[in-house]
T-cell receptor
Framework: AQKITQTQPGMFVQEKEAVTLDCTYDTSDPSYGLFWYKQPSSGEMIFLIYQGSYDQQNATEGRYSLNFQKARKSANLVISASQLGDSAMYFCAMREGGGGANSKLTFGKGITLSVRP | DVKVTQSSRYLVKRTGEKVFLECVQDMDHENMFWYRQDPGLGLRLIYFSYDVKMKEKGDIPEGYSVSREKKERFSLILESASTNQTSMYLC????????????FGPGTRLTVT
């Protein structure tokens, strides 16, 4: 079974509107972390936001927030007030367990977001 | 700022050649990672290292090896390049502990002909 599932096809959003990018995950480990990365057409991967499995509140970073629903095993990224520069591919990723040898991330296949002017 | 650099942005090699991809990070991170990225498949982990001279296989290690002789440098080696290794290769590094986020290099687009 896939550990990280991103099933939305290419997403489109009007500039200045909000958009939600879906991510579901699968793990039996009680300690895990969820990450979102952005990859513009230039290719570099940019870290956006992190949510730990024990965090009581949803993570927020500027215009990015993470809608964490633990029981449903979903970690959707919400981008508010979309900008043209948000057009990119977005990856959800998960770390299971603690650090050291358990620091690796498992990535989803990504979602392409296009912001329309 | 964390900086992860990769030796080449674009590389073209012939089938059967030995290929070295170098990655250097300047933030004293314990962990380093090599991924390949292919359309529709996302990022897949090839190898990672959580200490000097330590390495662990990722999800797709076949046809690859790695070397980490110094903390800041992690090399990916294709012993005998094949056309199915044509891909984008991304290096990343992270601290061993919280918050664990990985910092990525710009990537190397390798073409094997």
């Amino acid at each position: 079974a896939q550990k990280i599932t991103q099933t939305q096809p290419g997403m489109f959003v009007q500039e200045k509107e909000a958009v939600t990018l879906d991510c579901t995950y699968d793990t039996s480990d009680p300690s895990y972390g969820l990450f979102w990365y952005k990859q513009p057409s230039s290719g570099e991967m940019i870290f956006l936001i992190y949510q730990g499995s024990y965090d009581q509140q949803n993570a927020t970073e500027g215009r990015y927030s993470l809608n964490f629903q633990k029981a449903r095993k979903s970690a959707n990224l919400v981008i508010s007030a979309s900008q043209l520069g948000d057009s990119a591919m977005y990856f959800c990723a998960m770390r299971e367990g603690g650090g050291g040898a358990n620091s690796k991330l498992t990535f989803g296949k990504g979602i392409t977001l296009s912001v329309r002017p | 700022d964390v900086k992860v650099t990769q030796s080449s942005r674009y590389l073209v090699k012939r089938t059967g050649e030995k290929v070295f991809l170098e990655c250097v990070q300047d933030m004293d991170h314990e962990n380093m990672f090599w991924y390949r990225q292919d359309p529709g498949l996302g990022l897949r982990l090839i190898y990672f290292s959580y200490d000097v001279k330590m390495k662990e296989k990722g999800d797709i290690p076949e046809g690859y090896s790695v070397s980490r002789e110094k903390k800041e440098r992690f090399s990916l080696i294709l012993e005998s390049a094949s056309t199915n290794q044509t891909s984008m290769y991304l290096c990343a590094s992270s601290l061993a502990g919280f918050p664990y986020e990985q910092y990525f290099g710009p990537g190397t687009r390798l073409t094997v002909t």
